[in-house]
């Protein structure tokens, strides 16, 4: 394994001397955004982890080695290939490693990679979940497995709203994954602040959030465990305006007949030119303020394992 893995040496002395390190995906930096924006986005995210006191490692797959704390090199690298670079889940990791090409890690993947590396918490925008029509498609994220049995913490704005939120957290109660509203408790929306849908758990403090997920690992309790951050009010869309948009989003997707790991790039890419860009900018926003919860977080649990 350790052949394959390649810690930038910043983030391998922070594990070794037990400071916090956030974990960072890779996919909204070659599928979320264009070039330069995608860049410009995901470097304010590390300087927003760095202000907080922790250690920023994001996560990618470059000539085959799974690279935990890309340089601006090697981000700015990925930005510029956008989708070229391809989207990869758990299941891809073995391919695009034995190929030696590039891959743009999901949460899924990130979460695995993360683990191999030692790191615990991980801040993103959305998780994929359960998509709509799903009964039909079956169209299901990997992230849910992965949160099921990989111990990372995922900080997010909760599932992305494309999504079957409803039977998204059904799924996650079956596969044991708790979930955490912080400060909430209403499931976030991710361009809203609720869904309509409760999480299991409210807790208002970043300490008591680190505190349940030490007592998880000290219990031998295996999987994630997803925190839930409400997108901060002034950046927050108006309910029924993107859930229209959602809907005529995904009944074109329909028509098109896109499916699979294709369809949340393309229904976050259509909302985007339907809101007018509105969307993408709440996007850009929910991801700053993961990155700061989850930094506070990653630090409390550094303070207790010590």
């Known amino acids: 394994m350790k052949r394959f893995l390649k810690i930038s040496e910043e983030v391998r002395q922070a594990l070794a001397s037990g400071k916090p390190v956030v974990a960072l995906e890779s996919t ?38 799974l690279t935990v704390g890309c340089t ?30 590039d891959g743009a890690t999901t949460v899924a993947s990130t ?22 029509g799903a009964e039909k498609t079956m169209d299901i994220s990997a992230d849910l497995d992965e949160l099921a049995q990989t111990s990372v913490m995922v900080v997010c704005a909760g599932a992305k709203s494309i999504l079957d ?10 596969r044991g994954v708790a979930v955490v509203g912080y400060g909430t408790q209403d499931m976030p929306a991710f361009y809203t602040q609720k869904s309509g849908f409760k999480v299991d758990y409210r807790l208002d403090t970043p300490a008591e959030i680190a505190r349940a997920f030490y007592c998880k690992e000290q219990l031998g309790l295996k999987g ?7 997108i901060p009010d002034e950046y927050a869309m108006d309910s ?29 890419d259509k909302i985007q030119k339907l809101t007018f860009g509105q ?28």
Do not use: W
């Open 28 to 65: 909204i930096i070659s599928h979320g955004m264009p070039y330069p924006q995608n860049v410009e986005t995901a470097l304010t995210v590390e300087k927003i982890v760095r202000e907080k006191g922790a250690i920023p490692a994001t996560i990618a797959i470059i000539n085959g080695m």
């Open 72 to 101: 601006a090199e090697e981000i700015d690298y990925l930005g510029k290939k956008g989708h070229d670079v391809i989207k990869v889940s758990r299941r891809d990791i073995p391919f695009i490693v034995a190929k030696k090409t």
């Open 111 to 132: 979460m695995y990679i993360a683990s191999l590396a030692g790191i615990k918490v991980f801040a993103t925008g959305g998780i994929g979940g359960v998509h709509r």
């Open 165 to 174: 939120i409803g039977l998204t957290l059904e799924c996650l109660e079956t």
């Open 224 to 230: 994630g465990m997803l925190v839930a951050n409400p």
């Open 240 to 268: 029924d305006y993107i859930n229209g948009n959602i809907e005529e989003a995904v009944k074109e997707a329909e028509k098109l007949g896109i499916h699979g790991k294709e369809t949340t790039p393309y229904l976050l």
């Open 279 to 306: 969307s993408l900018a709440s996007n850009i926003q929910l991801v700053y303020n993961n990155a700061r919860l989850a930094s506070d977080i990653a630090k409390e649990l550094a303070a207790i394992a010590q």
